[in-house]
């Protein structure tokens, strides 16, 4: 069974930095490119960052571009997002989605449970 | 970037009946559109790929339709547990990949 676990998410005040991890079983982690989808409380789906199977090729979203990055480590079976100078706008449910196993159809076919980021003073 | 539209907002809709939704996309993604399903306090779902196949698991009572800039998400029969939100995503242009805001399917 596929499975996605995020883990990092809390409190912390503007201009702070977070990790998040998501930690991935029940397929073949090092076979799929993977995202990160963060949620609003209230709000709609936003797509935040991709990333390769292999890690070289990586996209962001422009509202987090230059404050964010993805990494992969296959050995671990382990996603991650390095979020630094957070702002409140930034304040979200973390999705860590596993993109869709057909070579050009971007979709996400699993999605973690999700971890809180709440940015506030 | 390719804007998602989604509409109506809400619906409301009576146990059994048929519901459905509208997504529309501000410039061609030809049938590269997926459909998800949100249930409160829940990750999203994925119910529809390419515009019109299911994904695994999901029952034939949803079925997806269209393409190019025009698409349908049809829930034919609606049982207790389709109560729940529905957003279109399309991944024809990207980055970014971008989603609708959503349809709250809601209890007539």
């Known amino acids: 069974e596929v499975q996605l676990a995020e883990s990092g998410g809390g409190l912390v005040q503007p201009g702070g930095s977070l990790r998040l991890s998501c930690a991935a079983s029940g397929f073949t982690f090092s076979s799929y490119e993977m995202n990160w989808v963060r949620q609003a409380p209230g709000k709609g789906l936003e797509w935040v960052s991709y990333i390769s199977t292999s890690g070289s090729t990586i996209y962001y979203a422009d509202s987090v571009k230059g404050r964010f990055t993805i990494s992969r480590d296959n050995a671990k079976n382990s996603l991650n997002l390095q979020m630094n100078s957070l702002r409140a706008e930034d304040t979200a449910f973390y999705y860590c989605?596993?993109?869709?196993?057909?070579?050009?159809?971007?979709?996400?076919?699993?999605w973690g449970q999700g971890t809180l980021v709440t940015v506030s003073s | 970037e390719i804007v998602m539209t989604q509409s109506p907002a809400t619906l409301s809709v009576s146990p059994g009946e048929r519901a459905t939704l509208s997504c529309r996309a501000s410039q061609s993604i030809s049938s590269n559109l997926a459909w998800y399903q949100q249930k409160p306090g829940q990750a999203p779902r994925l119910l529809i790929y390419?515009?019109?196949t299911r994904a695994t698991g999901i029952p034939a009572r949803f079925s997806g339709s269209g393409s190019g800039t025009e698409f349908t998400l049809t829930i034919s029969s609606l049982q207790s547990e389709d109560f729940a939100v529905y957003y279109c995503q399309q991944y024809n242009n990207w980055p970014p990949l971008t989603f609708g805001g959503g349809t709250k399917v809601e209890i007539k």
């Open positions: 989605a596993r993109k869709g196993p057909l070579l050009t159809y971007s979709y996400f076919d699993y």
């Open positions: 390419g515009a019109s």
